[in-house]
Nanobody
């Protein structure tokens, strides 16, 4: 069974860059046809997709976050990461990593990690 686990700081100051890592076990991030996504949910709001990296390393971002987001991977550690720059309190959310395939189908999610932006 595939498992995903997010890790990173729970508190970030405004203007700083958030860095989160998703560690995957039970399956390789280089296995076709999967793509590995970052999603967030601000308090009281719905899920917001941030971006993904495919099994081949192709990356795609949400247009609204493209200027601030950076997704990368370390295949030797079976991890993929999210960096989000210029954080503001509006970026406060639970951040999730998840596995997708096909046309936006998903089967495995991490438990989520709370990120609060505050001075």
């Amino acid at each position: 069974q595939v498992q995903l686990q997010e890790s990173g700081p729970g508190l970030v100051k405004p203007s700083q860059t958030l860095s989160l890592t998703c560690t995957v076990s039970g399956g390789s991030i280089t296995t076709s046809p999967f793509y590995w996504s970052w999603i967030r949910q601000p308090p009281g709001k719905g899920l917001e997709w941030i971006g993904y990296i495919t099994y081949s390393g192709r990356i795609h971002y949400s247009p609204s976050l493209k200027s601030r987001a950076s997704i990368s991977r370390d295949t030797s550690k079976n991890q993929f990461t999210l960096q989000l720059s210029s954080m503001t309190p509006e970026d406060t959310a639970v951040y999730y990593c998840a596995r997708y395939y096909g046309s936006a189908k998903t089967d495995y999610w991490g438990q989520g990690t709370q990120v609060t932006v505050s001075s």
